[in-house]
């Protein structure tokens, strides 16, 4: 399916061709050989270093190739299907898509939709088109973009979707159709408690994330809470890659999980369901 991008300089429509995106303005975008736009030129921000790097990206698909936050995908894509099922060709945005493991889910499971995947990380967006071309999905697009600038006209998604990601109360207004809905998956108070336990002497419960979104009403919440075992080092530590706590853990907690063969945590996702008013 033919998305239409905007051009991110003049705000005008993208006409796609053989190689590249241009608008009437002239501005061109080289379309990447596996099939995706960069379209990240906002001022201060280097479009190639933006985003998670490419060993984030890495460690966060071989986390997700294992399945254990498949039920995440499914009851999201659930909760998109319901939410469109009498339109026929709906438009879903997942903003903040990282490597496109949810997109690439979103898509086989609505194969009358035009799903868009938008990402500020160029490596994210690279993998995101890898997987997309690998499962031979048709109705999915990927571009390098800010969720804070999204490039598609206004009221033109049924459904935007915010997993682990930045959420913008104006863009994503700006962005759906009125009554489309916008939905946010965020973690529990319990999640990766088990690995909180393992690399911290006082682990910490998440706090509930706070959204300012006063074009948008809360229509439902939904939790997803379970037990989810990890086998192998590999897998604790390409799921240690992907959170936050990478960033900020002492060297010789770092050794003590990378030690462990196997690790058992709790896993716990909330979605919370608003229509844009």
């Known amino acids: 399916m033919n998305v239409n991008f905007l051009c991110p300089v003049c705000g005008q429509k993208l006409k796609k061709g053989e190689n590249s995106y241009k608008c009437r303005e002239g501005h061109s975008f080289d379309i990447a050989r596996k099939g995706y736009v960069n379209l990240l030129t906002t001022k201060g921000r280097n479009p190639v270093k933006s985003g998670d790097n490419k060993d984030m990206i890495r460690g966060r698909s071989a986390f997700l190739d294992t399945g254990l936050y498949e039920p995440l995908a499914q009851k999201v894509g659930q909760l998109i299907s319901e939410i469109t099922a009498d339109i026929k060709e709906p438009v879903v945005i997942d903003s903040g898509c990282g490597e496109g493991y949810y997109t690439c889910e979103y898509a086989k499971s609505l194969p009358s939709a ?162 844009k008013l």
């Open 114 to 275: 035009a799903v868009i995947g938008i990402d500020i990380s160029k490596h994210g967006i690279d993998h995101a088109a890898s997987r997309a071309r690998a499962n031979a999905l048709g109705n999915v697009s990927f571009a390098v973009a800010s969720s804070f600038s999204l490039p598609v006209r206004g009221e033109c998604a049924d459904v935007v979707v915010s997993c682990f990601a930045p959420v913008s109360n104006d863009e994503y207004a700006r962005v759906l159709k009125k009554g489309g809905h916008l939905l946010i998956a965020s973690p529990t108070e319990n999640h990766l408690l088990g690995l909180k336990n393992v690399l911290y002497d006082k682990p910490y419960l998440n706090e509930p994330n706070v959204y300012a979104l006063n074009k948008f009403s809360l229509a439902e919440t939904h939790k997803l809470e379970y037990k989810g075992e990890l086998t192998s080092s590999e897998q604790i530590m390409a799921l240690f890659t992907m959170t936050p706590y990478y960033f900020k853990t002492p060297a010789e907690a770092v050794e003590r999980l990378r030690s462990l063969g196997s690790l058992e945590t709790e896993i716990g996702f909330e979605i919370r369901d608003y229509i």
